[in-house]
């Protein structure tokens, strides 16, 4: 069952093809609410595409899954509204240009503009500021993130920002949702193994407090619930895989995943077709689909990335 805040995610047989071949196939997962779930796999094995599929970003093609007792494809928007994008290389990059501040500003604002409810829209200017800057606190505290520490303080250009410090104001960002599920794209790259301790420690204790957490990496760390995507398909020649390396076009990679005990609720809505191709949509929650007929994984991704 769904706990007060996290949300379960559970998958069977789970798997996403395009016209290059399968990005990932045969995947099963059960998590509770307030799991750690590490996607584990090396490059080009579909480890992006299966966390896009998981949080409603891109359309299966194979098997089932649930977020929170929604079904999948058929409850993608549902899952979107539940769920947050951390870094994902290509889809929510943070802009360089940009100050700390500026991004903490802007998605209060998108997070009260698209997210509010009609009440809250109406309370008084001051309250709803208030309310927002609460938000951007309590985010800030759960990623760990002190200004404070930064070099120019809230002023600071992302650019200057090392990965430790990038990796937490991403996690803030995704956090000013408040969502049931948050998604970190990978989370190891480029972290010293010290980095990398203190990196999933924060995921933890994002998980510990409630919300479920999927992180992508090359290994996940003990106590993890780990779902492999298995080793990557075979290189040829003007074919990108799911995360943006070359596999072969005829190679349909089966990878299996172990995971947590959990049964989730179900729930069925005609809401898409389960049937249909791969399916990307923007984290601003739209509902285009887009037709992967004449696009492989890797170009499924760029076009989750599109406002």
Do not use: N, Y
């Not at 970003?57 to 079904?71: H, I, P």
């Not at 700390?100 to 200017?125: N, T, W």
């Not at 960002?173 to 790259?189: E, F, G, K």
Request: charged fraction near 25%; proline fraction near 7%; aromatic fraction near 2%.
């Amino acid at each position: 069952m769904d706990g007060p805040h996290g949300a379960a995610v559970s998958a069977s047989g789970f798997g996403l093809k395009g016209p290059r071949g399968w990005a990932f196939r045969s995947v099963d997962v059960e998590a509770e609410p307030g799991a750690l779930v590490a996607i584990e796999g090396p490059s080009g094995s579909g480890r992006t595409c299966l966390l896009l599929a998981l949080v409603g970003r891109m359309r299966a093609t194979e098997g089932s899954a649930e977020v929170a007792g929604l079904s999948l494809p058929r409850k993608m928007s549902a899952v979107r509204r539940i769920s947050a994008l951390g870094p994902v290389p290509g889809v929510s990059d943070l802009d360089p240009a940009l100050t700390v501040a500026e991004h903490l500003r802007e998605r209060a604002l998108l997070q009260r503009r698209f997210d509010g409810s009609l009440r809250a829209l109406l309370r008084p200017r001051a309250e709803r500021a208030a309310t927002a800057r609460q938000r951007v606190e309590d985010a800030l505290a759960a990623a760990g993130l002190d200004l404070a520490t930064l070099p120019k303080r809230e002023r600071t250009v992302v650019r200057d920002l090392e990965r430790p410090e990038e990796l937490r104001l991403s996690v803030a960002l995704a956090l000013i949702a408040r969502p049931r599920l948050l998604a970190v794209d990978d989370m190891d790259l480029k972290l010293s193994d010290q980095e990398r301790a203190t990196a999933w420690a924060l995921l933890r204790s994002i998980a510990d407090a409630g919300t479920t957490v999927l992180a992508v990496c090359s290994q996940a760390p003990a106590g993890a619930v780990t779902v492999s995507t298995g080793t990557a398909a075979s290189p040829a020649a003007g074919s990108p895989a799911a995360d943006g390396s070359e596999a072969g076009t005829d190679a349909e990679p089966a990878p299996t995943a172990a995971t947590t005990d959990r049964d989730p609720d179900t729930d069925a809505d005609p809401d898409t077709d389960a049937g249909a191709d791969t399916h990307t949509d923007t984290d601003t929650h739209t509902d285009t689909d887009t037709d992967t007929d004449e696009e492989g994984p890797a170009d499924a991704i760029a076009e989750t990335g599109r406002a």
